[in-house]
């Protein structure tokens, strides 16, 4: 069965440091959304793209993050600079374009610690 | 923008119990309204969903009803097991700009005791 992939699985990073995550969806899909999940919440929507497009980016921190996803197919997430609040569990999730199904399939995340 | 609300934040039940988990969300226009479960140190997986024109839906032993007039929907599991113990996420899917934007709860932490 495919699945969302993602690297790397785990993060250390100083503070003040770049870090960047990778996820490349499943085949065929065209939404794609990064999130944080802090332990003990939910995930939080960060950047949302259709295809090569951002859809929505209105929770991600833009001073310091950024994302792109050129080709339509991957994507990256990057910070820069990293702070000890950006310490969590960074997802990314895709799915079908919208007239087929809204159900997205997570990957198994980045554990990012700053220290 | 959207805001979900749910409840409770953890809930412990003797195996067999039923639990029942409840969300509110605040924009009429979301019509798209996922559960998802996910075990500790593992990526969320979907287990039902439900949609605006739907006022409920089974599947085995879980069940999603939607109130729309009152903006809430709700999980209900019945014969509740072991292995159903897991952190629980709703959402609520709105459109925006041509697209459809999800807003998560913050979670329920179910503990079945055995």
């Known amino acids: 069965e495919a699945e969302v992939a993602q690297s790397p699985r785990y993060k250390i990073t100083e503070k003040s440091q770049a870090v960047a995550f990778w996820c490349d969806p499943i085949?065929?899909?065209?939404?794609l959304y990064w999130y944080r999940q802090i332990l003990g919440q939910g995930p939080e929507l960060l950047v949302q793209?259709?295809?090569?497009?951002?859809?929505?980016d209105s929770q991600l921190p833009k001073d310091r993050f950024s994302a792109e996803r050129l080709k339509g197919v991957d994507s990256t997430l990057k910070i820069q600079p990293a702070e000890l609040g950006d310490s969590a569990m960074y997802l990314c999730?895709?799915?079908?374009?919208?007239?087929?199904?809204?159900?997205?399939?997570f990957g198994p995340g980045t554990r990012l610690t700053v220290t | 923008g959207e805001n979900v609300e749910q409840h409770p934040s953890t809930l412990s039940v003797q195996e067999g119990d039923s639990a029942v988990i409840k969300c509110t969300y605040s924009?009429?226009?979301?019509?798209?309204f996922p559960w998802y479960k996910q075990e500790l140190g593992k990526r969320p997986q979907l287990i039902i969903d439900?949609?605006?024109?739907?006022g409920e839906k089974k599947d085995q032993r879980i069940a999603v009803t939607l109130n729309k007039t009152a903006k809430h929907f709700s999980l209900h599991i019945t014969e509740t097991q072991p292995e159903d113990s897991a952190v629980y996420f709703c959402?609520?899917?709105?459109?925006?700009?041509?697209?459809?934007?999800?807003?998560f709860g913050r979670g329920t932490s179910l503990i079945v005791h055995p």
């Open positions: 439900i949609r605006s024109n739907v």
């Open positions: 793209f259709q295809d090569e497009s951002v859809v929505d």
């Open positions: 924009d009429s226009a979301s019509n798209y």
């Open positions: 999730a895709s799915s079908l374009p919208r007239e087929a199904s809204y159900e997205q399939y």
């Open positions: 085949s065929g899909h065209a939404t």
């Open positions: 959402a609520a899917t709105s459109p925006s700009g041509g697209s459809y934007i999800p807003t």
